[in-house]
C-alpha cells in the first residue's frame, strides 16, 4: 500500500510572503514610533544597534554637516545576524559620524562583538587624527585578534562581515571587510534631488569573495583553498574571502581591511552601507536612483529594505543611509586642497601655452630660419 504524503499545514500555520512583508512594514513602524525610546550618548545623539532589541531611528549631527538613518530586519530568517551602528562622537573637541554594518555567520556573535568593541577601540587610537587610515587597519586587526580570544572556548565558529564608515571633517573614510558593501552617489553642485545633473553610483568598497583573482591567489599562497559548494567557498566551508572571527580558516579569512577616502564636497550627496541582504537583489545603480528622491535618510532606508525583502531576499537586511548636507562641509579644507590643485594645473598648461608661443615668435622673427 502506498503511503500517502501529510497534506498542507492548516491555514493558520502557513505564513504567505505577503503576511511576512506585513509584519516587515508593521516592526519598521514600530520601531520609528518608539524612535524617543532609543539610548543616548553623552551629547544627546541618538544611537541604533540592530540585533540587540533596540529600536531603529536617525538623527543628524549637531554640527548640521550630516543625517543618518537605518533600517534592519532579519526578513526571511528565523534567526537574526546582523549588527549596525550609527552615531556622532565628540573626539578632542571634533565631532565624528561612526557607520558600520556587520553581518554576522555561524551565529551573531562575532558581530555583536565587533559592534561592540571596533569604534570604541579606534577613537581610542593614537594615531586617530595623525593617520586615521593607520588607526583603521591596526584597529581592524586589534578587534580581531581580541574577538578570537574571547572566543577561543567556543567549539562553533562564528564569524561577521564589517563595512564601516567615519566622517571626520571634510573626509569619509570607508574602510571593508567581508562582502557587505559601500556604495556612494556623487552628483553635481548643489545636491539638489530634482537636478539634471546624473547622479553616478560608486562602489567605495570591495566584495571579498573568495573567487576573486586576488583573493584565491592570496588564499592559496597560504596554503588553502577554493572550491565550489553551492557557490565559491574558502576550504570549501565560508563564501566569504575576510572577515572578523573564523578561527579554524584564520590563516587564510583576514581581517585585513580595504580602505578608501572620498572628500565630503558639494557633489559627495549620500552614502548607503548595507548587508548582503540587500545587495544580492537590488543593484548599486538601483539603490541610488530609489534614495536619490527621499531626503529623509530613515525613510529611504526603509525602502530599501522593504524593495529587497520583496524582491525575495532570503537574508538578514540591514541598511544604514548618510546623507551630506549643503553648505556644510567640514573645515572644507579638502575642497580648498582639491579647487588650489584644478587652479595650479590651469595655470600650468597656461604657462607651456605661453612659452610654446614665444618660441614660435622668436622662429618667425629669426632670419636665419
Given amino acids: 500500500m502506498r503511503e500517502e504524503l501529510p497534506g498542507p499545514p492548516p491555514a493558520a500555520a502557513r505564513v504567505s510572503s505577503s503576511s511576512l512583508l506585513v509584519l516587515v512594514q508593521l516592526l519598521l513602524l514600530a520601531s520609528r514610533a518608539s524612535c524617543w525610546l532609543c539610548p543616548a550618548d553623552a551629547e544627546g545623539q541618538f544611537m541604533g544597534t540592530a540585533g540587540d532589541g533596540s529600536p531603529a531611528c536617525g538623527d543628524r549631527s549637531v554640527d548640521g554637516r550630516f543625517s543618518f538613518g537605518f533600517a534592519s530586519s532579519p526578513g526571511k530568517r528565523a534567526s537574526m545576524e546582523d549588527f549596525y551602528e550609527a552615531r556622532t562622537d565628540t573626539i578632542d573637541g571634533a565631532i565624528v559620524g561612526l557607520f558600520g554594518v556587520y553581518d554576522g555567520h555561524g551565529g551573531a556573535r562575532a558581530a555583536e562583538y565587533v559592534k561592540q568593541h571596533l569604534f570604541s577601540n579606534l577613537i581610542k587610537h593614537q594615531k586617530f587624527f595623525s593617520d586615521t587610515k593607520a588607526a583603521i587597519a591596526e584597529t581592524y586587526t586589534h578587534t580581531d585578534s581580541e574577538f578570537l580570544k574571547a572566543d577561543s572556548s567556543q567549539t562553533r565558529d562564528a564569524g561577521s562581515t564589517a563595512s564601516t564608515a567615519i566622517v571626520v571633517g571634510d573626509r569619509l573614510i570607508v574602510a571593508n571587510v567581508g562582502d557587505s558593501r559601500a556604495v556612494v552617489c556623487k552628483g553635481g553642485e548643489g545636491k539638489s534631488i530634482v537636478s539634471n545633473i546624473l547622479c553616478i553610483s560608486i562602489a567605495v568598497s570591495k566584495d571579498h569573495k573568495p573567487d576573486r583573482s586576488e583573493e584565491r591567489q592570496r588564499i592559496e599562497d ?148
Fill in 222 to 369: 597560504a596554503g588553502g583553498f577554493v572550491m565550489w559548494a553551492g557557490t565559491w567557498r574558502v576550504g570549501g566551508v565560508l563564501a566569504v574571502s575576510r572577515a572578523f572571527g573564523d578561527k579554524l580558516l584564520k590563516q587564510y579569512v583576514v581581517a585585513d581591511p580595504d580602505i578608501k577616502e572620498e572628500v565630503v564636497d558639494k557633489t559627495l550627496e549620500f552614502l548607503i552601507l548595507a548587508s548582503d541582504g540587500l545587495w544580492d537583489v537590488v543593484s548599486n545603480e538601483e539603490a541610488v536612483a530609489m534614495v536619490r528622491p527621499i531626503q529623509d535618510p530613515e525613510q529611504a532606508a526603509e525602502k530599501l529594505l522593504l524593495e529587497a525583502f520583496q524582491r525575495g531576499s532570503s537574508d538578514n537586511i540591514t541598511v544604514v543611509i548618510v546623507r551630506f548636507l549643503d553648505g556644510t562641509v567640514g573645515d572644507g579644507s579638502g575642497e580648498k586642497k582639491e579647487k588650489e590643485e584644478v587652479k595650479e594645473k590651469a595655470q600650468e598648461k597656461e604657462e607651456v601655452k605661453e612659452k610654446a608661443q614665444e618660441k614660435k615668435k622668436e622662429t618667425t622673427n629669426d632670419p636665419t630660419s
